[in-house]
């Protein structure tokens, strides 16, 4: 090939050394992505692209613009509504995934939540994907089936295999790579059925800042994205938390205090069946309870439903108490 290839510019613009190279802008992210989900770019530029991301660290203008060329592939339903988009890309390995009940807890109240998330690229780790399947709960593998369950139970999970296939091979080169790349950020960030409010989390410190920008510049007007246990949505009770978030369109910061002086011991093993007694009442577990109600007080008051953390947290309350035993 005698002839520059197209995509070649956005790989030189990243790698071209310590003081030629710099960030790609909002513009020049959604191009190179966009060539990236039309299939206009060899598989060794792909890993090149990747990894000179992943070294740099991506910024909010590049998260911005790859979720803007991500957005412009899919093709959800119409006037689908949901109140809550929640990603679920990260899997736990020290607890239980406590904030799936936290997620049916708030759908049996009536606010619609999509989910979508990854599963198995991670040896050791549950995926809310088998996690729903163990629970006997349906997994979405269409926007068909989205929508039906959205209207029946206010709650649908798609994995991202469904919603986005290449973005899932990209994912899936976690162990080819040996590093997680720039996707697993943008996946959290997509929000394909355009919810009011998102949830987010991430696993890394630092990356707080970049998925707020990210949300300001894709003119998300409610987010909050915070370092959950394991990476996923899910409030730890042991720690103070620091909550990153986009409130009418701007960037604020909000700290939730720890539950508990002392932390908890993570369990020797994760048993699935113990999300099924807690949901049940079978089973008391202080920290799965405080971990549940926190995650959805914190849904609550960035959907506007109570003003104040404690006035979101006694709202929890009162809708884990009246959740249907019979669901699970």
Request: one cysteine or more; hydrophobic letters at 45%.
């Amino acid at each position: 090939m005698t002839t520059e290839h197209p995509f070649a510019p956005f790989i030189r613009i990243l790698g071209k050394g310590k003081n030629g190279s710099r960030a790609l802008t909002q513009q020049e992210a959604r191009a190179a992505f966009g060539m990236i989900m039309r299939d206009e770019v060899l598989d060794e530029q792909l890993g090149a692209f990747l990894m000179l991301l992943r070294m740099k660290e991506e910024s909010g203008e590049e998260v911005a613009g790859f979720v803007e060329a991500v957005r412009d592939s899919l093709q959800p339903p119409e006037n689908l509504l949901v109140d809550l988009d929640w990603s679920s890309y990260a899997g736990k390995r020290r607890h239980l995934p406590w904030f799936i009940l936290a997620a049916l807890a708030l759908s049996n109240s009536g606010i619609r939540i999509f989910m979508h998330g990854t599963s198995g690229h991670t040896e050791g780790r549950l995926y809310t994907h088998e996690v729903l399947t163990e629970l006997g709960l349906p997994v979405a593998k269409n926007w068909q089936q989205v929508e039906q369950q959205l209207a029946k139970h206010n709650f649908s999970y798609l994995d991202i295999e469904q919603l986005s296939p290449k973005l899932h091979h990209m994912i899936a080169l976690r162990p080819v790579l040996g590093l997680r790349t720039p996707v697993h950020t943008l996946a959290r960030q997509l929000n394909p059925l355009r919810a009011p409010a998102t949830l987010q989390s991430i696993f890394h410190p630092g990356y707080q800042q970049i998925h707020q920008r990210a949300a300001v510049l894709l003119a998300e007007a409610e987010m909050a994205v915070i370092k959950g246990d394991g990476g996923e949505v899910e409030v730890n009770p042991d720690v103070e938390s620091v909550i990153y978030k986009v409130e009418q369109g701007v960037a604020c910061e909000e700290h939730w205090p720890a539950c508990f002086e002392r932390r908890h011991t993570k369990p020797a093993k994760l048993n699935i069946n113990e999300l099924r007694s807690v949901w049940r009442g079978e089973l008391e577990d202080e920290y799965a309870l405080a971990a549940i109600q926190m995650t959805m007080a914190l849904a609550l008051k960035l959907l506007g439903h109570a003003g104040s953390q404690q006035s979101a947290l006694v709202l929890a309350q009162a809708y884990w108490q009246r959740r249907p035993m019979s669901l699970l």
